[in-house]
Every structure is written in C-alpha cells, then in structure tokens.
C-alpha cells in the first residue's frame, strides 16, 4: 500500500511492518488533513468549494473556524446545525417556537 505525495507515513510500528505485517505490531494510521483531504480536493473541490459551493458543501482545503480545521473536515465530520434544501448549510436555525 504506497500514499504517494503524501508527507506522513500512514505505517506505524517497527521497520518490518513496510514488508511483514504483523496485526499486532503493525497498524495504519489514517487522518483527515493527510489522507482524506487531498482525495477531496483533487476528486471534488472543484464543484464543491467557494461560495457557490454545489449543494452548499463545502469540500475545499481552506482553513475554517476556531479550530483551523478544513472545510472539507467542518462540512463532513461537524457539518452545520440546520440544512435546508433551499438554502444549504447555516450555521443558525431560522425556525421560531411558532414555525
């Protein structure tokens, strides 16, 4: 299995687990920021970022919030308190006790 590009080695244990997987000592460690992130941006950000995102999602590498996540993570992972057909993504409810 190879990540090619990537700066992280997504294997972690001893140097035998590049040749010999061992369940034990062995394991892949998959984040968003390294792995996920550049699958979106090269496969979807295209559509899916800006303003006039498609479907108001917003997949893109930009740094969003207090946290300094990605869109691409806040849109998937966190996602947005209320969503409407019409409008997409708000980060506020426009429902009244009365609606």
């Not at 244990?13 to 090269?42: E, M, R, Y």
């Not at 979807?44 to 300094?68: K, Q, R, T, V």
């Not at 969503?83 to 409810?93: E, L």
Request: glycine share 8%; net charge positive; with cysteine.
């Amino acid at each position: 299995m190879t990540y090619s590009g990537l700066s992280a080695s997504p294997v972690k244990g001893p140097a035998s687990c590049a040749t010999t997987w061992s369940a034990k000592d062995c394991a892949i460690v998959i984040n968003f920021p390294d792995h996920i992130q550049p699958i979106l941006t090269a496969k979807c950000s295209s559509c899916h970022s800006g303003i006039n995102a498609a479907a108001g999602l917003d997949l893109s590498a930009a740094m969003s919030g207090e946290f300094a996540r990605t869109l691409g993570y806040q849109s998937l992972m966190v996602g947005s308190r209320c969503w409407t057909p019409t409008a997409g993504p708000s980060s506020r409810s426009t429902r009244t006790a009365s609606s």
